[in-house]
């Protein structure tokens, strides 16, 4: 279709070299505006919650934002909570805390717990991945009562 449409201003164009580069540009133009838009989104790396390493645990959420500088404090307190209650969910962690292995946990998220991406996913949407690193940080969460 476009050979043909190609083909049609190069004869066009012999007769008329200002409507010929016009209709260029133009196909140019539709040509370029109708393909998709390929948005990347987030690493595959980054897409798991839970231990990535001994020392890391890693939760990532999508929020609706115009930018990462809005998107990041918009997230911080969701991503706090949120590896909260994965910890909790994990097998080697004892599913009924006491009230100190509670704020031992809270403490360890709080003084550890850092954002370490933002990236766009679409248009109004940003992800943002949350790491709590300790070295021996699995050890650590097995000791917790």
């Known amino acids: 279709m476009i050979f043909v449409l190609i083909e049609l201003l190069l004869r066009f164009m012999k007769k008329n070299f200002k409507y010929a580069l016009f209709g260029f540009a133009a196909l140019f133009y539709f040509s370029c505006a109708s393909q998709p838009v390929v ?7 980054l897409k798991k919650n839970g231990m990535v390493s001994s020392s890391t645990y890693q939760a990532n959420i999508i ?7 809005e998107a ?5 307190p969701i991503l706090r909570e949120k590896t909260y209650n994965l910890l909790t969910l ?6 009924f805390l006491t009230d100190i292995g509670k704020k031992q946990l ?4 709080k003084e550890n717990g850092k ?3 933002c990236g766009k ?4 949407e940003y992800y943002v991945v949350f790491h709590v690193t300790k070295p021996g940080l699995r050890t650590y969460l097995q000791q917790i009562r």
């Open 72 to 76: 990041i404090p918009k997230a911080d």
């Open 115 to 117: 954002i370490i991406r």
């Open 90 to 95: 994990e097998p080697f962690i004892p599913r």
């Open 121 to 124: 996913q679409s248009n109004s």
């Open 63 to 69: 929020t609706g934002a115009s930018s990462c500088n």
């Open 39 to 45: 948005e990347t989104g987030l690493p595959e790396s």
């Open 106 to 109: 809270r403490d360890l998220i």
